[in-house]
Structures are given as structure tokens and as C-alpha cells.
């Protein structure tokens, strides 16, 4: 069983500021890595997924890095928005299986 | 399409009672998958099912059991409730292709056992 680490937990931004969260991982028996974005109320919805290290994805004002050699993640958000407000979650994938971390719960305020 | 749909969306049960969760998706994916949600846990794997006519135990499987019952479907049954089951059970499927993994995820099933 992998062991995902994620930081912070929660997170209290203002509209405008940039924010980034951070998701650990073992380095070995790496997959891929997988980040997936979920609103309160709705289904966790994929962002990215990341198989190379170094690897960089982008997504609007959203962005993500990996590093594999030592196992962690960053995902960016530039100019955070009210609609940014979800928990964001990092999966570690294994053999036919994501191990999901417990996530950061983001909330911008207006 | 619908995507990943499970019903029902809402259950309360009494402790010992039974249930069969469903799930089905109309996107033509080999492998689904069960999991739960609960706080401060994350999602945790339940069962999943890496194509028709096979499944295989994940993180947490005791107390569950499943069927895919064809490609379309997989059910996840509770055959004695406990109050430990409580929780959020979400149903997610995904492609075979090893290139393309992103899974794609049901509403959930709030379950209350009391």
C-alpha cells in the first residue's frame, strides 16, 4: 500500500493570491500520478496526470510538476478564484490501481 | 451519455440489514471500481474490476462483495451492515488503454447504518 502525503490539509486564500499544495509519495514502483479536482457536493473530476519526472501540465491557471527520484508533486493555482474552492486530490498510481491522498481543501474567499 | 451513474443516491440501513449498490457506465470502459469516502480518510479502494469477469480486492474489502455482472455494470453488496460502513461509497470506471487512465467518477451513495 502506498503512502500519499498531503499538504496542507486546508487552506484559506484571498481571491487573487497564487497558492500551491504539495503531494508526497514512495519514489519506487512509480506509475504515473494522477491529480483530480472535487467540488463539494459533486464527483472528483481528473486534472492531470503526470508519468515523467520533470513532467509539467497546465491547465488554465492551473499547473502541476513531478518529481519522481523523490517522490512529490506540486500543483499551482495562479490567481486563485472563488470557483477554485474544491478539495484537491493526488492519486500515485500503481499496477491498476490509484492510491488516493487525503487531500487539500482549498477555499478562496471573494 | 450519462457517464458513471449509481443509485441510490441515499440509504439509511439497520445494522445486520443487506444492500446491493449499483453503478453503471455507458462509455464502453473495461475496468471499474469501487471505493469509499470518509473523513480525514481519503477515497480508499474497495473492490475493482480490471475487466469483465474478473475483480480483485483493494484496500478495504472486508465486509463488501461485488459482481460485474457484464461490461455496463458493477454492483457492490453489503451483506450485514455495521455502523462502520457508514459512509460515502463512490463507483468510478476507466478505459483499458494503459495510456489514457483517468477515471472517471460516479455521484456517490450517501449510506447511514444505524
Known sequence: ?110 | NAGVTQTPKFQVLKTGQSMTLQCAQDMNHNSMYWYRQDPGMGLRLIYYSASEGTTDKGEVPNGYNVSRLNKREFSLRLESAAPSQTSVYFCASRTGQTSIYEQYFGPGTRLTVT
Not at chain 1, 519506487?28 to 467540488?39: G, T
Not at chain 1, 492551473?62 to 484537491?88: C, F, R, V
Request: net charge neutral.
Open chain 1, 1 to 110: 500500500i502506498l503512502n500519499v502525503e498531503q499538504s496542507p490539509q486546508s487552506l484559506h486564500v484571498q481571491e487573487g493570491d497564487s497558492t500551491n499544495f504539495t503531494c508526497s509519495f514512495p519514489s519506487s514502483n512509480f506509475y504515473a500520478l494522477h491529480w483530480y479536482r472535487w467540488e463539494t457536493a459533486k464527483s472528483p473530476e481528473a486534472l492531470f496526470v503526470m508519468t515523467l519526472n520533470g513532467d509539467e501540465k497546465k491547465k488554465g491557471r492551473i499547473s502541476a510538476t513531478l518529481n519522481t527520484k523523490e517522490g512529490y508533486s506540486y500543483l499551482y493555482i495562479k490567481g486563485s478564484q472563488p470557483e477554485d474552492s474544491a478539495t484537491y486530490l493526488c492519486a500515485p498510481r500503481g499496477f491498476q490501481k490509484l492510491v488516493f491522498g487525503t487531500g487539500t481543501r482549498l477555499l478562496v474567499s471573494p
